[in-house]
């Protein structure tokens, strides 16, 4: 008798190990100090760190101690934000697989992101600061976001359901690097916004991975000139 299939692993146990942070916030800021940041945040409002300090009844010095300054403060409150948004798009997607499954997360992610109000005030109102946040080698988010893809396409690999001539770090970053281009093409490049055209070319260079794996290109053979 042959072998019984794989059991397919819940979205539950998917999430754990594509995002194994999970949505919990960061353990090393105070909650308080970090729920204030999050309000300020999501209000649209810019995150002071005067005025951050006194409502926590801290001094600046002691706030910059436990929380980072405020680049390090807003790439760890987007980050939790992003973590939880990436929880729900994997345990939604759990039922596909392969190119289906890893481009549903990403068109998912960018969606939501390209909606989210607080995110496009962040970026109207500092952009500077917002692209070292989001699209910095060294940001969390840019960072965060390599991580998980690595994950999720390794996940889809281990299951036989997606295999590509592309090692998956090199990958993962080439896809992270197309959505940014695409979600943050009015700061970047003066573009309009585009998420769909990001999963449109994300999908083609999967599925075009996918076709040269199973068929390898032939060099043609070299013809003498007479």
């Known amino acids: 008798m042959g072998q019984p299939p794989a059991r397919r692993e819940s979205g539950h146990d998917d999430a754990q190990a594509i995002v194994p942070e999970g949505t919990a916030a ?50 760890e409150v987007i980050w939790w934000r992003a973590r939880r948004l990436l ?11 392969g190119v289906a499954r890893i481009t549903a997360v990403i068109g998912g992610v960018l969606r939501a992101a390209e909606r989210d109000k607080p995110l496009r005030a962040f970026l109207e109102s500092d952009p500077e600061a917002a692209m070292r946040v989001l699209t910095g080698a060294r940001s969390t988010v840019h960072q965060g976001m390599v991580r998980v893809l ?40 003066d573009r309009p916004r585009d998420t769909g055209r990001a999963v449109t070319v994300i999908e083609a260079l999967l599925l075009g991975l996918e076709r040269a794996r199973r068929s390898p290109a032939t060099l043609p053979r070299a013809t003498r000139s007479r």
Not at 31 to 58: E, H, N, P
Not at 160 to 184: H, K, Q
């Open 87 to 97: 929880v729900e798009q994997v345990q939604t997607t759990a039922a596909l697989t």
């Open 26 to 75: 960061p353990a090393w800021i105070p909650a308080a100090i970090f729920t204030s940041a999050v309000g300020a945040y999501v209000s649209g409002q810019r995150l002071d760190m005067q005025s951050l300090a006194r409502q926590a009844g801290v001094g600046r010095a002691t706030l910059y101690r436990r929380a980072g300054n405020r680049q390090q403060l807003l790439d």
């Open 150 to 189: 690595e994950d999720l396409i390794d996940r889809e690999r281990s299951r036989g359901a997606f295999e590509a001539g592309l090692d998956t770090p090199t990958l993962a970053y080439a896809i992270t690097r197309i959505c940014e281009g695409f979600l943050y093409a009015d700061v970047i490049a």
